[in-house]
């Protein structure tokens, strides 16, 4: 069946640390990883995606990587800031699944100043 | 930016009651979904639809549930007979394309409250 793990569930950092959150996926097939970020009572709100054909993706100070071998992806923060606390979640289609996103069971990233 | 708009906020229903979620995706977006979210839980994937069919559905969306686009820009999650266990934030998503290669845009939920 799909699985998506998804580690660590809790993170905390102090601020202007780097935060790594690692997304392990079962279906070799996977072609598109992306990661939202979820603030509370608020939306999924997309980040950062990946797709198959690369290993590295940059956006000022989020990061993707992607590692089809070992079947994960992680999602890389640097120079944390409070505002960047929120729940993380990886969401790999799974080539299985078709069209819908396998959510991660989520990454709480604490930030504190 | 176009966002996907979603309606009401918050809906408190009693347990048998029917309930209808709306959802206006992005102008241009062909594929909609519905995911919902039990407070503290991942988000889980309901249904998919396109061109006024569903094209995949989960476990989860048994028939208690159904989706219809009843128009040219909204696009609606029917629950019929509520139960507690409904009790969930509903989010509606859209993408451009359906090929397993594109970004889904989330609007900002329904929550649903069973009482």
């Known amino acids: 069946g799909e699985n998506v793990e998804q580690h660590p569930s809790t993170l905390s950092v102090q601020e202007g640390d780097s935060a790594v959150i690692k997304c392990t996926y079962s279906d070799s097939a996977s072609n598109y990883f992306p990661w939202y970020k979820q603030e509370l009572g608020k939306r999924p709100q997309l980040i950062i995606d990946?797709?198959?054909?690369?290993g590295e993706k940059k956006d000022q100070r989020i990061a993707v990587t992607l590692n089809k071998t070992a079947k994960h992806f992680s999602l890389h923060i640097t120079e944390t800031q409070p505002e960047d606390s929120a729940v993380y979640f990886c969401?790999?289609?799974?080539?299985?699944?078709?069209?819908?996103?396998?959510f991660g069971k989520g990454t709480t990233l604490s930030v504190s100043s | 930016e176009p966002e996907v708009t979603q309606t009401p906020s918050h809906q408190v229903t009693q347990m048998g009651q029917e309930v209808i979620l709306r959802c206006v995706p992005i102008?241009?977006?062909?594929?909609f979904y519905w995911y919902r979210q039990i407070l503290g839980q991942k988000v889980e994937f309901l249904v998919s639809f396109y061109n006024n069919e569903i094209s995949e559905k989960s476990e989860i969306f048994d028939d208690q549930f159904s989706v219809e686009r009843p128009d040219g820009s909204n696009f609606t999650l029917k629950i019929r007979s509520t139960k507690l266990e409904d009790s969930a934030m509903y989010f509606c998503a859209s993408s451009e394309e359906s090929s397993t290669n594109q970004p889904q845009h989330f609007g900002d939920g329904t929550r649903l409250s069973i009482l």
């Open positions: 102008s241009n977006h062909l594929y």
């Open positions: 990946i797709r198959s054909n690369v």
């Open positions: 969401a790999p289609y799974l080539n299985q699944a078709g069209t819908a996103l396998i």
